[in-house]
């Protein structure tokens, strides 16, 4: 045995140790959080991949895959089992002596893939044989005059839908929710149903600016919370709505507008109004528009997540859906404000799942304690809101972003839902570009990928389940299969 091959064997043993003291440390000051039995185990998991990814492992991986043992860059569901079976086989191959207890049952080892499973049907739906990724599609305003299409899209793939409650009123969400529902009797298969609550949304009102103007970098223009405080002069001027959240931004805080089309600074602040310049717009200019959105990327403006909208849609929602999609959570206590809603409005309140929309840098920050708060005590899920996270993060740290939430996901065996943009141009025009079809393989990895409504939705629910059913054979998760190939 080499001194460098024991150096290994030292570091990885040293590593296990550390991986363990510090999950414990953890794992105490979650343990109140952790009422569900079955999650318990998935805590601690969670708990020691976040002490592994706490080491920069890359020589150490490097020397592994020298004696053949490469396998810790796909322990996120199974962490310390994994460690042991790497550290008897290294130790096994360089004493010469067979290791014992080895290797573990099968069932033992992939105990974390199938608790994911389990987690994933028992909030998506699906069945033990479902090994593809579920389609989630969104529902438009005719699904609750229109009965034939839930039976089209179900018949196509969808797995399960989304109404949100952004839109339309509660006579036409319980039309679609019949509608889902038979369409799930005329296919021979249960269609869950995701309700997805606004939350707090910041929106453009009234507009005042000179005609065809449009907002290039280094242009100044004014934020108002009212349009009685318009000016006369020549500036462009914008209602914010609501326009109470103006007091909260001192100068400096970022404001992006129309999913990152134009981004500006505030430069002055006075009472409800704001001065902002431009950083960033396109080559020729934004038009400020009423109905655009607005948001304050890296922004701490503790609002309550639940709107009074909100906490009357949830009257509908938590009698009548599946799963509600909480939007602009950002901390555990979100979720708690969440969990004390729902359990006001019904006692078995528990077997309603969760989706958090994660949109917000504080929410990737906070994810792991977000995540032993809800799947602590009920099913639960993490969407991955790619349009307002890219907006929130940088667009140049998105690809980046959501593979680490689900890392992190698959370590606490929460299923994952890849939404935003997914498959956008086919749904809207019937046919695809090259790089979302690539973008399409890719959210193979999480469990479930939403389409949005459009024209063309069929056909995309139709593209997606072949792309999805045929990753699946090349690789889970990620884990490549190793199927035959046949090309060559």
Same mark, same amino acid.
């Given at each position: ?5 024991? =150096? ?47 080491? %920069? ?9 020298? +004696?053949? /043992?490469?396998? /810790? ?25 067979? *290791?014992?207890?080895?290797? *573990? ?8 893939? /199938?608790?994911? $499973? ?9 069945? %033990?044989? +479902?090994?593809?990724?579920?389609? $989630? ?8 005059? *229109? ?9 196509? #793939? ?9 839109? @339309?009123? !509660? ?33 453009? #009102? ?17 934020? &108002? ?5 318009? =000016? ?10 609501? #326009? ?13 507008? @129309? @999913? ?11 009472? @409800? ?20 959105? $607005? ?16 906490? +009357? %849609? ?27 809603? $729902? ?14 929309? &994660?949109?917000?840098?504080? *929410?990737?920050?906070?994810? !792991? ?50 939404? =935003? ?17 690539? %973008? ?33 054979? +090349? ?14």
């Amino acid at each position: 045995m080499s001194s460098t091959d024991m =150096t290994t064997l030292t570091a990885l043993r040293n590593l296990h140790s550390s991986i363990a003291d510090e999950a414990a440390r953890r794992m105490d000051r979650w343990q109140s959080e952790v009422e569900t039995p079955s999650f318990a185990a998935s805590a601690a998991n969670l708990a020691q991949y976040l002490a592994f990814r706490h080491h %920069d492992l890359r020589s150490l991986q490097r020397e592994l895959m020298r +004696h053949g /043992l490469s396998s /810790l860059g796909r322990l996120e569901s199974r962490v310390m089992i994994t460690l042991d079976t790497v550290e008897a086989c290294l130790a096994a191959v360089l004493s010469g002596t067979p *290791a014992t207890n080895w290797p *573990a049952a099968a069932d033992e080892f992939f105990h974390g893939e /199938l608790q994911l $499973l389990a987690n994933t049907r028992a909030l998506l739906g699906g069945s %033990d044989e +479902h090994a593809e990724g579920r389609i $989630l599609v969104t529902l438009p305003a005719e699904a609750a005059s *229109a009965p034939d299409y839930l039976v089209e899209i179900a018949r196509k #793939g969808a797995d399960l839908v989304r109404i949100n409650c952004a839109h @339309d009123q !509660p006579a036409a969400w319980a039309a679609m929710i019949e509608n889902t529902r038979r369409a799930g009797g005329t296919v021979g298969r249960r269609i869950p149903v995701l309700m997805d609550i606004a939350g707090p949304k910041f929106r453009i #009102g009234k507009v005042k600016r000179q005609p065809g103007e449009r907002l290039s970098e280094g242009d100044r223009f004014r934020l &108002v919370a009212n349009a009685t405080m318009f =000016t006369p002069d020549a500036m462009t001027e914008a209602v914010c709505e609501p #326009g109470d959240v103006l007091n909260r931004l001192p100068i400096g805080t970022e404001v992006s507008f @129309d @999913d990152g089309k134009l981004e500006a600074m505030v430069e002055e602040c006075s009472r @409800d109004a704001l001065l902002l310049r431009v950083r960033r717009a396109r080559r020729n200019g934004f038009k400020m528009k009423p109905e655009r959105g $607005l948001t304050f990327p890296r922004a701490q403006l503790h609002l309550d997540p639940l709107t009074e909208k909100d906490l +009357h %849609d949830l009257d509908f929602v938590a009698v009548h859906a599946d799963m509600v999609g909480f939007s602009f959570v950002q901390s555990p206590d979100d979720i708690t404000r969440m969990q004390t809603e $729902l359990a006001r409005r019904r006692p078995d309140w528990r077997r309603l799942g969760i989706v958090a929309k &994660v949109e917000t840098a504080q *929410a990737v920050k906070n994810l !792991p304690d977000i995540i032993v708060r809800a799947a602590g005590k009920q099913p639960f899920g993490v969407m991955i809101a790619r349009g307002d996270l890219a907006v929130a993060i940088g667009f140049e740290r998105l690809a980046e972003m959501q593979e680490e939430i689900l890392w992190l996901c698959e370590a606490a065996h929460v299923p994952v839902i890849w939404a =935003t943009q997914v498959l956008e141009e086919m749904v809207k025009s019937g046919l695809p570009t090259r790089g979302e079809m690539t %973008d399409a393989a890719m959210a193979g990895r999480a469990e479930c990928v939403m389409l949005n409504k459009g024209p063309n939705v069929g056909e995309a629910i139709t593209a997606l389940r072949g792309l999805l059913q045929r990753m699946t054979e +090349h690789q889970s998760k990620k884990t490549a299969r190793l199927r035959a190939l046949h090309s060559w």
